[in-house]
Each structure stands twice: as structure tokens, then as C-alpha cells.
């Protein structure tokens, strides 16, 4: 409030406000004819847009030459929790491979939330939609937001895994922001080849002809690609009148082998 100890055209007649975008002035004169005035909002505040505003109040008398006096006000802006954590995308994938050692890190997770102090602080967590077989195998640190590796992961159970994580803030009201993590499980090859006899004819006659069936030779390999492929060979094939023949089956990784007389015993 100013004072202007003059009277009649030499007192206190008018306001001023710096020019700004949120405040203006309400002038209101007593019973006696003082004035006085009154800042008033008028447009929303945004503590993350603007924390500080800034104006200068001047007041102006009647007298000649004009006298005035100024006064700063500051308004801060108190934060209200407006504003939920966000992760910078809605999908991230991430490459893992199987047998990865417990404790390997595959992801930090990173929200960020405009607010301030407890409005703007973050803990993290699987929602409901991440599955009870994903939650075991992973961890994830509310507060850092590390997700890590906390089972063995073996490729040939489980190729991929879908998490969906929670941002939430700390705030009386909470906010929260979610995202979903892929991790596609990429193959080692930690599985050998197996050789199963399917049939078999131990004894066979001198003269038996070219093309005689002797063994049906099963292979598998529960691994992918070329971790999965076998070649089958015989040990000194060379000096043994007996070949291979593959017959293909149903699975990629599974066919069947026939020993076949080469040449006469
Ligand atoms: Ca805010
Ligand atoms: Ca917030
Ligand atoms: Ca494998
Ligand atoms: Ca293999």
C-alpha cells in the first residue's frame, strides 16, 4: 500500500502495473477517497512453464511535476502435481541372449515427470499385465528402475517375454505413466546333437544287395538355425562299404538316416 501525505490533485491518484501476461490491477477507492489496488489473477499459472514472476507496481499523484514511487512484487509459483511421469517411448525392445548370468542388466528404465520434489519423483513397478513367469525371471528396482536378469533364461522354453512397467509419482494424488518392453531371447548353442537308433539290423548276409536297409538313424537338435543343424558322418567311412541316405521328416531339426550297403562284403 503507498501513502501520499499531500492532499486534493497532489495525492495519490493512480496505479501502475509493469506489463505482464497473468496479473492485472483492480483500482478501488475508500469512503475518504483514498485509493487502493488490488492484484488479481487473470490467466492460469504454470510453475513448469514460469516458477517466478516478475512485476514492478507504480504509483503516480496528481501533483505537478508528477511524483511516483515503485514497489517490486515477486509471485512463485507453488507446484501442484499436474503433470505424470512419462517414459520417451510407448515399445522398447531389447536383445537378450539365453543363459545371460543373473544380475546382467538389460534395460534402466527412465521417466520423466515435469514436476518438482515428491511430485516429480519416480517409482517403478511390473502392472498387472506382466506375467507371473516374466516377473520371476526379471527384476525390476522401483528406484533406480534397473531391470535385471534374476533366472536362467533358456531359449529353447521361452523366446520371448513381454513386461509392462508403471511410472508413478510420489505425490498425495499420484500420476502415473506406463510402458511395454519386449525381450527377444536369441539362441547359444548349449544343446548337443542327439542320436537316437530307430531301427536296426546287426546281422546281415555276404551278397546281400546294393541297397539293402540297415539302420534308420534319428538326429535332433533342440537348438535354432545352424545351432540346430547336424551333419552325421561315420567314423573311417571311407573303408566301410556302407552310405548314408537322408530321408526328410516333418521337423526342420529332425530328419532320419538310412545305412545303405555300398559295395558287396
Ligand atoms: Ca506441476
Ligand atoms: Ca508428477
Ligand atoms: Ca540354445
Ligand atoms: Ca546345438
Redesign the pocket.
Given at each position: 500500500c503507498f501513502i501520499d501525505l499531500d492532499v486534493g490533485d497532489n495525492s495519490l491518484r493512480s496505479y501502475l502495473l509493469s506489463v505482464n501476461e497473468h496479473f492485472f490491477l483492480d483500482i478501488q477507492t475508500r469512503s475518504d477517497g483514498s485509493k487502493f489496488a488490488e492484484l488479481i489473477l487473470e490467466s492460469p499459472l504454470d510453475r513448469e512453464q514460469q516458477k517466478t514472476h516478475l512485476m514492478v507496481l507504480t504509483a503516480v499523484d496528481g501533483g505537478s511535476p508528477e511524483r511516483s514511487g515503485t514497489a517490486s512484487i515477486v509471485v512463485q509459483v507453488l507446484d501442484t502435481n499436474d503433470n505424470a511421469p512419462q517414459f520417451d517411448r510407448q515399445v522398447y525392445s531389447v536383445d537378450l541372449i539365453e543363459n545371460a548370468p543373473i544380475g546382467t542388466l538389460i534395460m534402466q528404465m527412465n521417466a520423466t515427470d515435469l514436476d518438482e520434489g515428491v511430485n516429480a519423483e519416480v517409482t517403478y513397478s511390473f502392472t498387472l499385465y506382466t506375467s507371473e513367469k516374466t516377473q520371476e525371471t526379471f527384476s525390476l528396482d522401483p528406484s533406480s528402475g534397473e531391470i535385471r536378469v534374476k533366472d536362467m533364461i533358456d531359449f529353447e522354453e521361452v523366446k520371448s517375454f513381454e513386461m509392462y512397467v508403471e511410472a508413478k509419482d510420489k505425490a498425495v494424488n499420484p500420476l502415473s505413466g506406463q510402458c511395454k518392453i519386449l525381450v527377444f531371447i536369441t539362441d547359444l548353442?548349449?544343446?548337443?546333437?542327439e542320436i537316437t537308433i530307430k531301427s536296426f539290423q546287426s546281422s546281415i548276409k555276404e551278397n546281400d544287395p546294393v541297397g539293402t536297409l540297415i539302420a534308420i538313424i534319428g538326429v535332433s537338435?533342440?537348438?535354432s538355425g545352424d545351432?540346430?543343424k547336424v551333419v552325421l558322418s561315420i567314423h573311417n567311412a571311407e573303408i566301410l562299404p556302407f552310405h548314408f541316405y537322408q530321408v526328410p521328416v516333418f521337423r526342420f531339426s529332425d530328419f532320419t538316416l538310412m545305412v545303405m550297403k555300398g559295395t558287396c562284403l
Open positions: 548353442n548349449d544343446n548337443h546333437p537338435d533342440r537348438d545351432n540346430g
